[in-house]
């Protein structure tokens, strides 16, 4: 017989043999919070402090549902069987175009688990869950502080109600001031810490044909920086390939005011744009 007595043994002896249930996956996770896994586990086991089982421990107390004020209150009608709590289950079925048992909480918890893809299951699960969770909430608000929310999906998911209005699309053409004119188009971005830059550059003639075009890292600069490069490359490259009339287009409106010399240029690369402007 082996001697070695490790801690994972003893643990094990003394834990004994556990019972395995199916949804124990489903509740502890790494994407739902314990906080609200533990209403449902309570659901499970019938723990949750309802009326009806209030009146099992010997509290004298009359019973109505404060959601739908027709039944009295029980974990099942609370969650299940309500029919203001059942919009929300409606409204879940049709988003996500599934069909959930509200039998039980057993069956509503393991229906998510013949769904094929795990993004679509983990939202489900979440869902399930956080419904749980928020009409416990609110039940408590109405029932211990006589708040009451109305019972919308957007809110008990913190979704806006209003959305944005798309605002009119303006179409915007670009009209070259005369021929023979070469647009060049710039622009510099840079990523990380310490941040790496990169400037890319498209070249079209007056008629929108495509000339040519580069890109190339630039090694660390800062977002204004790359903006900065970017024109000066794209000068130079013009300068080097002897074109006239050149229409410079940026993004960066601190590029267009260093330009007409009404602000300035970042220190580090002021010596590199005074030489462009003067080889331009």
């Known amino acids: 017989m082996d001697c070695n007595l490790t801690n994972k043994l003893a643990f094990n002896f003394m834990l004994g043999q556990s019972q395995e249930v199916p949804w124990h996956k489903l509740l502890w996770n790494t994407y ?8 449902s586990w309570r659901f499970l086991h019938n723990k949750l402090p309802t009326e009806d089982n209030l ?3 010997g509290c004298i107390i009359v019973s109505i549902c404060c959601f739908c004020k027709k039944s009295e209150e029980s974990s099942l009608h609370l969650f299940l069987r309500c029919a203001i709590i059942g919009q929300l289950w409606l409204w879940l079925m049709k988003g996500t175009d599934q069909i959930l ?6 069956s509503l918890l393991l229906r998510s688990t013949v769904i094929n893809s795990k993004m679509v299951k983990y939202l489900m699960d979440s869902a399930i869950v956080h419904i749980i969770w928020s009409i416990w909430i609110e039940r408590n608000n109405r029932c211990f502080s006589n708040k009451y929310c109305s019972i919308k999906v957007a809110r008990l998911f913190g979704i806006a109600l209003k959305t944005r209005r798309l605002t009119h699309i303006q179409e915007v053409s670009w009209t070259p001031r005369h021929s ?7 622009d510099g971005s840079s990523f990380g810490s310490p941040p790496c830059g990169s400037i890319g550059v498209v070249l079209r003639n007056s008629s929108s044909v495509f000339l040519g075009a580069f890109a190339q890292n630039i090694g660390y600069a800062t977002p204004l920086e790359a903006e900065f490069s970017a024109c000066m490359l794209e000068l130079e490259k013009a300068a080097s390939l002897h074109l006239q009339n050149v229409w410079v287009e940026t993004d960066s409106l601190r590029v267009v005011k260093a330009f007409n010399k009404q602000d300035g240029v970042p220190w580090r690369i002021d010596k590199c744009s005074k030489v462009t ?3 331009c």
Do not use: E, Q, T
Not at 32 to 39: E, K, N, R, T, Y
Not at 101 to 106: A, E, G, H, Q, Y
């Open 277 to 279: 402007y003067f080889m």
């Open 32 to 39: 739902i919070p314990p906080s609200m896994a533990f209403i």
């Open 101 to 106: 048992d509200l039998s039980s909480i057993n």
């Open 180 to 186: 023979g004119c070469i647009k060049l188009n710039c």
């Open 55 to 57: 009146k099992k421990r």
